[in-house]
């Protein structure tokens, strides 16, 4: 059975190896026995039912909430030459009878099903008269009626345990606790299937963390990193979800809401776009995610704080799916938490449940505020250990600073204590920095002992103590208040001065941090233009076929394509995720690619090229680059404009003219009447002030380029 299946995994898919417990899961349902899958997002459960399904008799079916997921994992099976349909409710009649008769005549491999369809009694009946080879339930957290994606049809799905006797059933999910691994277990009927673990670490995802001040700003730096890359941006509530995607795109990022609120209509659309496109931006609430397979989601960003670590798991392991580097960052501060609390406060549900919630809530705070290795402490909320620092989160890179703390925290404490814990950080801070206002006179605060006493800290740094305070436990926000501040019982020994508090110092605000690992990007710059050619082609490639374009290739796989630069067919089979199907339809046109951008020696004028566009990305002057590149600079320029001319190079990287006088070129470019514009020679005698001919011949490259574009 094991040589079968790896050699599905090659001739079909195209990998050469399985993945932590694959085999060993395949081969329990693929010989007929159940199984509980749980595995960390991207870890590649889909295979895990596809081979089997391939190595048995019959139909697999595979169900599944989302008809987005649904669309996604047909049409991959289909670019892969395999059988695969969905059956739901945006098939008219026609379309349906079709699939039916298909699946009547044996001609179909894996049929996908929302719960609620396969449920019928119809349809059940409909399947007990085929062949089924395998049930694979996906998302099959969506059982417990705990989590957050509960739905109440999953509640049933056990009975296939005895409409079906003797079909291997499996269940997979990515969701890490214990009690929901129960819940499934029991509820699905699977109390006897053999279960696989794997661990829950996400190594690609970097993880920062950062404390909110001008979050905008904050966000606009990190995202310098990322041009080009697709990614969601998730806020709490909605008019910030519309404000913030607004605002992204006058700042020039092409951004997209998405929330429960918009049309069904619009939201799909949008869903639709952020699938099909690339680079775009998702500005959601959390009702954006489940159910997104795109596999190259570059980043995630949280303007607001998940209300836990469930949730931040489950928010932030949307990116990275392909395996590649991905980023995780937040903002986060103190406003964040009273928010919560609020929904909480408010919320119906009973005060156990609540009690619950505001657990989940500190250890997420808790997460934010730790100076040690956030995988560390991620994972150690799910059980899982890693021994050692990570090396690849903000806190293994640049190690928090501390301070000794513990008199500041004193001061703050006190003043709680002093001012009989009913205000909030606020109020707080203006006591301990001595501000004269309204509210402190009302209430006589000018009169305690710690007014004014903390003026050798600033105001940021007083709120930089509290949060700490908060998220280690030492105090508490009132449930029902306004954010107002307690005691709790944890800082007794703290305030009698028996224990000492080191904090966290936050780094300074406006200094600009390297998102991940900008040691080593994915792409070298050398092979950037390479790789944006490829990608254009896929992207041609996929709406010929009417796909996203990570289904036709993942990124991983162009990635691995530019590492092992393949020059003839054969060569391209070797390259991960292409399988026989896949390098038939597309190997040839990607082949055609790499060669011509010369990879190979003899194209030495392309390869040069690259390296000019590459230096003129990084900063570099045409000056500069002819000396290092040994070129003359009529060639650099006569490189940079061709780079310029397909949307490779801005101009503004190329040239840097006094004010004015680009326009003025412009315009000697623009103001004849012919049809196609002047040369450059021509421009050059209109002019006053001498110009280099090379920098005309840029600036005319990408006029070219917004005319014809
Ligand atoms: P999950 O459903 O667990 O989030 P997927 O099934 O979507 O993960 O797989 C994630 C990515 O990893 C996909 O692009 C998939 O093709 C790829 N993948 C899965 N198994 C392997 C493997 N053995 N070798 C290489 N890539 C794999
Ligand atoms: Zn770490």
């Given at each position: 059975m094991r040589e079968q299946a790896l050699q599905r995994l090659r001739d079909i898919f195209g990998y050469g190896e399985f993945r932590g417990h694959q085999a060993d899961i395949i081969d329990q349902v693929a010989t007929g026995g159940d199984a509980l899958v749980l595995m960390p997002t991207g870890g590649g459960k889909s295979l895990c039912y596809q081979i089997p399904g391939l190595l048995r008799e019959g139909l697999t079916v595979v169900v599944s909430p989302l008809i987005a997921l649904m669309d996604d994992q047909v049409a991959t099976l289909n670019e892969l030459g395999l059988r695969a349909a969905a059956l739901n409710s945006t098939l008219d009649e026609i379309e349906r009878r079709d699939i039916a008769e298909r699946l009547r005549r044996g001609e179909m491999d894996f049929l996908y099903l929302a719960p609620e369809r396969l449920l019928k009694p119809r349809t059940l009946q409909f399947l007990q008269s085929l062949d089924i080879a395998l049930f694979a339930i996906d998302e099959a957290h969506c059982v417990s009626q705990w989590g957050h994606d509960f739905r109440p049809e999953y509640l049933q799905m056990g009975q296939l345990a005895e409409l079906f006797p003797g079909v291997p059933r499996m269940a997979l999910t990515a969701t890490a606790d214990e009690r929901t691994r129960e819940e499934i277990a029991q509820r699905l009927r699977l109390e006897d299937a053999k279960r696989f673990v794997s661990g829950f670490d996400r190594p690609n995802i970097f993880y920062r963390i950062v404390p909110k001040d001008r979050p905008r700003q904050q966000l606009l730096g990190f995202l310098k990193d990322q041009r080009g890359n697709a990614g969601i941006v998730y806020c709490l509530s909605r008019k910030k979800v519309e404000d913030t995607a607004q605002w992204l795109s006058d700042q020039g990022w092409p951004a997209l809401p998405y929330h429960a609120g918009l049309p069904p209509e619009l939201r799909a659309y949008h869903q639709k776009r952020f699938l099909n496109e690339e680079g775009l931006i998702m500005v959601a609430t959390i009702a954006f995610g489940m159910g997104i397979d795109k596999s190259n989601v570059r980043f995630v960003a949280h303007l607001d704080l998940p209300k836990s670590i469930e949730a931040y798991y489950q928010e932030t392991g949307r990116a990275g799916r392909d395996g590649l580097p991905a980023d995780a960052w937040m903002a986060y501060g103190l406003q964040d938490v009273l928010m919560l609390n609020q929904f909480m406060a408010n919320s119906d549900g009973d005060e156990r449940h609540k009690r619950i919630e505001r657990h989940k809530l500190d250890a997420m705070l808790a997460l934010c505020e730790i100076t040690t290795c956030r995988r560390q402490s991620l994972l150690g909320y799910f059980g899982d250990i890693l021994d050692e620092p990570c090396g690849n989160c903000d806190n293994c890179r640049e190690p928090a600073a501390t301070w000794d703390g513990s008199e500041a925290a004193r001061m703050a404490l006190s003043t709680v204590y002093r001012s009989?814990?009913?205000?909030?950080v606020g109020h707080l801070v203006d006591i301990l920095l001595g501000r004269d206002n309204e509210k402190i006179r009302t209430a006589g605060h000018q009169h305690l002992s710690t007014y004014g006493i903390g003026k050798q800290w600033s105001e940021q740094d007083w709120r930089s103590v509290f949060r700490q305070l908060i998220a280690r436990g030492l105090a508490e926000i009132d449930l029902d208040g306004f954010g107002s501040l307690r005691l709790s019982d944890t800082c007794r020994p703290l305030l009698r001065g028996e224990e000492s508090l080191a904090l966290r110092k936050d780094v300074s605000r406006t200094a600009s941090v390297p998102s991940r690992s900008s040691d080593k990007p994915v792409i070298a710059e050398a092979d950037k233009a390479l790789w944006e050619n490829l990608r254009a082609l896929r992207k041609r490639l996929a709406e010929a076929h009417g796909v996203p374009p990570y289904v036709v290739f993942a990124d991983s796989t162009l990635v691995d394509m530019l590492r092992q630069r393949p020059t003839t067919l054969q060569d391209m089979a070797?390259?991960?995720?292409?399988?026989a199907h896949k390098l038939e339809r597309y190997g040839a046109d990607f082949l055609q690619v790499l060669l011509e951008e010369g990879g190979a020696e003899t194209a030495a004028p392309a390869h040069q090229a690259h390296e000019v566009q590459a230096l003129a990305q990084a900063g570099m002057e045409a000056q500069q680059i002819a000396r290092q590149t040994g070129l003359p600079i009529r060639q650099v320029y006569q490189k940079l404009a061709q780079a310029i001319s397909i949307g490779q190079l801005d101009l503004h990287q190329v040239i840097d003219l006094p004010p004015g006088q680009l326009e003025r070129i412009q315009d000697l470019f623009l103001n004849e009447a012919e049809e196609d514009l002047p040369g450059v020679r021509a421009v050059a005698q209109e002019l006053d002030e001498p110009v280099e001919e090379g920098v005309l011949h840029c600036i005319r490259a990408a006029l070219v380029l917004e005319i014809s574009g």
């Open positions: 009989g814990q009913r205000y909030g070797l390259v991960s995720g292409i399988g």
